[in-house]
């Protein structure tokens, strides 16, 4: 069971977030909500956020994940999400929560759609 592990990095305007391992109740949702606060804290209102090697994610996970979009909108950014796993893909949809996040398959398109609103 590996824990949530959480890594950024610059792409342009965007900031990527490269998560792993598993977002559940507690650690996993706590680090993820704390990354999403620095990266706003610094300015960072373009966010990716990569679930590619998520391999777990729970009800607190994905609430998180909608905390972390709310924040994110309310501060004037974006957040999108690459990358997803069938599992993560297939809770997204049982919530009827896939309409609301901008997802993505390929990281170089990604990026490329956060340009075209703002432009």
């Not at 950024?8 to 559940?24: F, H, K, N, P, Q």
């Amino acid at each position: 069971m590996a824990l949530l592990q959480a890594t950024y990095r610059d792409a342009g305007a965007v900031t990527v977030l490269d998560l792993s391992g598993r977002i559940t109740l507690g650690e996993g949702s706590a680090l993820l909500r704390s990354t999403i606060r620095e990266l706003l804290d610094d300015q960072r209102f373009k966010i990716l956020v990569n679930l590619g090697d998520i391999n777990y994610i729970d009800s607190s996970g994905i609430g998180e994940l909608v905390s972390a979009y709310t924040a994110v909108k309310n501060r004037g950014g974006e957040l999108k999400l690459l990358h997803l796993t069938k599992k993560v893909r297939d809770l997204l949809q049982i919530t009827k929560l896939y309409t609301v996040f901008d997802v993505h398959s390929d990281e170089v398109a990604a990026l490329g759609s956060f340009d075209k609103k703002s432009a």
